[in-house]
């Protein structure tokens, strides 16, 4: 078994798109629109499955904002820099709400960033071949 991908809704799909391309560099891999049902899919990631997970952005034709609820955490991607991935975030117009430094407790070195809709994405700092570099 794998994790295929993780889907958030979202208020507005282009500005979503535009954050999780223009600023954390995935891709657009496929888009879906079903007017019968007013719902429009479209999917993101570094790469395409079963490969790599993706992120499926839900946009329900008409809802602007959904409440982000208590039992939702975070997505974490690894970089191999959360310094220099904050200060690219940054330089993108993206939201830092935490800066890079060690996790609480431990040694590994964190940051979160948010995207417009209000859900975090962690940054995790990680020394190995496949990591996202912002």
């Known amino acids: 078994m794998r994790i295929l991908h993780t889907m958030l809704r979202v208020g507005n799909l282009q500005r979503s798109i535009d954050f999780y391309t223009q600023v ?11 007017p019968e049902y007013q719902y429009t899919l479209a999917f993101l990631g570094y ?9 499926e952005l839900t946009y329900n034709y008409g809802v602007e ?6 039992a939702y955490g975070h997505i974490a991607l690894a970089v191999p820099d959360a310094a220099a991935a904050c200060e690219a975030v940054k330089a993108k117009g ?13 040694k590994t070195v964190i940051a979160f960033v948010q995207d417009p809709d209000g859900y975090k994405i962690e940054l995790i700092e990680r020394e ?3 990591v996202v570099t912002l």
């Open 24 to 34: 954390l560099g995935m891709k657009l891999l496929r888009t879906s629109d079903n």
């Open 47 to 55: 790469g395409n499955n079963p490969e790599h997970a993706e992120l």
């Open 65 to 70: 904002s959904y409440e982000m609820g208590t």
């Open 94 to 106: 993206g939201n830092v709400t935490r800066e890079a430094g060690p996790v609480k407790g431990g």
């Open 128 to 130: 190995f071949d496949q």
